[in-house]
């Protein structure tokens, strides 16, 4: 199982982008799919996760991201507007993924750098 992710980049404050993610590979079904970031010095950080179609947020991007999935494709969106230069990060996409029925495991992507500056 792969994750990749795609839609990085610079933007200016205020601006936005969307990020994607796909899973590839065998398996028997993904069951939530999520998008943390790391900034430079600082940990980890959850900050959107879907299962099923119920969405949640960091307190720091809730109404101004958006987390969606198009399950039949096995991808996750992150809709970032009002984009802040705290935002800058290198942003992960993370699955629970059961390759079979009776396991379920954690996959993440390499990575895209988030930049948000003027």
């Known amino acids: 199982v792969q994750l990749v992710e795609s839609g990085g980049g610079l933007v200016e404050p205020g601006g936005s982008l969307r990020l994607s993610c796909v899973a590839s590979g065998y398996f028997f079904k993904v069951v939530t799919m999520s998008w943390y970031r790391q900034a430079p010095g600082k940990q980890r950080e959850l900050v959107a996760s879907?299962?099923?179609?119920?969405?949640n947020y960091a307190d720091s991007v809730k109404g101004r991201f958006t987390i969606s999935r198009d399950n039949a494709r096995n991808m996750v969106f992150l809709q970032m507007n009002s984009l802040k230069p705290e935002d800058t990060a290198v942003y992960y996409c993370h699955g629970d993924i059961r390759p079979s029925p009776n396991y379920e495991y954690e996959y993440w992507g390499q990575g895209t750098q988030v930049t948000v500056s003027p």
């Open positions: 879907q299962t099923g179609s119920r969405p």
